[in-house]
């Protein structure tokens, strides 16, 4: 397995818009974002975060059902 790649909750946001999610809602100091086609994609994403912690980053690719060298392809 690749290593996890340290980014921030604002790359992250910016990359998942590009990949057909879209901003949902904002609760609190976390973004909701929704994939277009497949409705049952839904990603929680804590904003304002310089760099997200592995577990966090791990959680979240999970949620957008990523790969780690799919999200590489975008640095």
Known sequence: MTK???ISSRKLISI???L???FHH???SHIHLRHKTKE???VVI???KETLAPKTLK???KQAE???EELKNFF
């Open 40 to 42: 049952y994609l839904r």
């Open 16 to 18: 998942l818009l590009k």
């Open 59 to 61: 959680t979240i690719l």
């Open 4 to 6: 996890l790649p340290r």
């Open 26 to 28: 904002q609760t609190g």
């Open 46 to 48: 804590p904003a304002n």
């Open 66 to 68: 990523l790969t780690v």
């Open 20 to 22: 057909g999610f879209y």
